[in-house]
T-cell receptor, first 114, second 109 residues
């Protein structure tokens, strides 16, 4: 158990819909990262937050957005969903997000878009 | 970040050492080598990391060659629960950890 929690574990929705994935980092960690893992793309970095502020963006679509709240939990919002958005979404956290910190991953949310 | 090359798959007998190689010939001086593993769609699990020296922890040992162009992750006594995809990652920035295809390790009874 990494100490990172994610909800829900599974999500089934329809194309065009909007969903919100939630992540709670490990106690004491200020930085949160979101990753997407699809069958054909592998694990891809989406976005990072540090203490409520966006720090870095990866391959995140404009239909996707995220935020980190004052209690440090984070939410990833996916809108106008397409079939290709079906994937595992992982959240990771680290203490401060500096260069060589280890990231600890949550169990993931499996999203299925029908 | 430097690119890594890993074998697609490997087998190991239960109880034996599993040695997983990784080539990172373009690694730069300030890039660390990290190893993670992913067991059947669970979240990636941190194993070990290093810069120049060999490292050991309760899970594994990491051997980095002197020129730093390759490394080997060693699981000293593999168990069935070590069956997973193992990712070798080299990075300097924490916010762009790039996972490749990894090595699928199968531990057989």
């Amino acid at each position: 158990d990494s100490g990172v929690t994610q909800t829900p574990k599974h999500l089934i929705t329809a194309t065009g819909q909007r969903v919100t994935l939630r992540c709670s980092p490990r106690s004491g960690d200020l930085s949160v990262y979101w990753y997407q893992q699809s069958l054909d793309q592998g694990l891809q970095f989406l976005i990072q937050y540090y203490n409520g502020e966006e720090r870095a963006k990866g391959n995140i679509l404009e239909r996707f957005s995220a935020q980190q709240f004052p209690d440090l939990h984070s939410e990833l919002n996916l809108s106008s969903l397409e079939l290709g958005d079906s994937a595992l979404y992982f959240c990771a956290s680290s203490v401060s997000g500096t260069s060589q910190e280890t990231q600890y991953f949550g169990p993931g949310t499996r999203l299925l878009v029908l | 970040d430097a690119k890594t090359t890993q074998p697609t798959s490997m087998d190991c007998a239960e109880g034996r050492a599993a040695n997983l190689p990784c080539n990172h010939s373009t690694i730069s001086g300030n890039e660390y080598v990290y190893w993670y593993r992913q067991i059947h769609s669970q979240g990636p699990q941190y194993i070990i990391h290093g810069l120049k020296n060999n490292e050991t922890n309760e899970m594994a040992s990491l051997i980095i060659t002197e020129d730093r162009k390759s490394s080997t992750l060693i699981l000293p006594h593999a168990t069935l629960r070590d069956t997973a995809v193992y990712y070798c990652i080299v990075r300097v920035r924490n916010n762009d950890m790039r996972f490749g295809a990894g090595t699928r390790l199968t531990v057989k009874p």
